[in-house]
Structure formats: C-alpha cells, structure tokens
C-alpha cells in the first residue's frame, strides 16, 4: 500500500511558474512508475507527465510539452512536477499516482493504482 500527498497548488499569474511535490509513505516509489494526472471542471482526468521506474521512459502531453518537467527522487520518495509558463487552460486539479511497472510508460487513469488528494492549480489571465 502507497499512500500519496501532493503539494505546492496555488494561485499563479499566467506565464508563471509552480512545483508541485508528491511525498509517499507506506512503500518506496522506486518500485512504481509514476504520473501526474490533471482534471478540470467538467472534463476527465487525464495524463499529462508520467514517468517510469527505471527513470529512462517519460511521456508528456502535447498541451505540456517544453513547459513541463517530472523528476523523481528516489532517495526522498517524491516525484516533483515543474511547471512553466503556465495558461489558463492549465487550471485543474493536479493528482499524482503510482502505477505498478509496465513495458510503456502507463498513461490511463486505469493503469494507475495509487492515487493522491490532488492539489488545486489556477492559473489567472
């Protein structure tokens, strides 16, 4: 069992920047991939950065491509999302999930076990 908490949501100007943190407790992270999903009102959750556990597989979605990094430390047991340049259209609430390890880097809300709180993500124009 993995318990996850996210933090580092907030208020932000567009064009600005926020690090979210995802601390685990319960298991070692090392031993899952792991993803930053995000849900908006009225829309689904989706993937928009995952990363596996052997450090060498990332996916990001095309909305977050060149704006956004995941890392993870292993040592710590978080994984950290670095978001730039942020858009209005990046409001939601972001979660973080750990996924057992699989041959692709899992992007589907299904393919994820473990899942955060989520933190609230605005993103004023």
């Known amino acids: 069992q993995v318990q996850l908490v996210e933090s580092g949501g907030g208020l932000v100007q567009a064009g600005g920047s926020l690090r979210l943190s995802c601390a685990a407790s319960?298991?070692?992270?090392?031993?899952?991939?792991m993803g930053w999903f995000r849900q908006a009102p009225g829309k689904e959750r989706e993937c928009v950065v995952a990363?596996?556990?052997?450090?060498?597989?990332?996916y990001y979605a095309d909305s977050v491509k060149g704006r956004f990094t995941i890392s993870r430390d292993n040592a710590k047991n978080t994984v950290a999302l670095l978001m730039n340049s942020l858009k209005p259209e990046d409001t939601a609430v972001y979660y973080c999930?750990?996924?057992?390890?699989?041959?692709?880097?899992?992007?589907?809300?299904?393919?994820?076990?473990?899942w955060g709180q989520g933190t609230q993500v605005t993103v004023s124009s």
């Open positions: 319960g298991r070692t992270l090392s031993s899952y991939d």
């Open positions: 990363i596996s556990r052997s450090w060498l597989s990332t």
């Open positions: 999930a750990a996924a057992l390890p699989m041959r692709q880097v899992p992007r589907s809300v299904s393919e994820y076990t473990y």
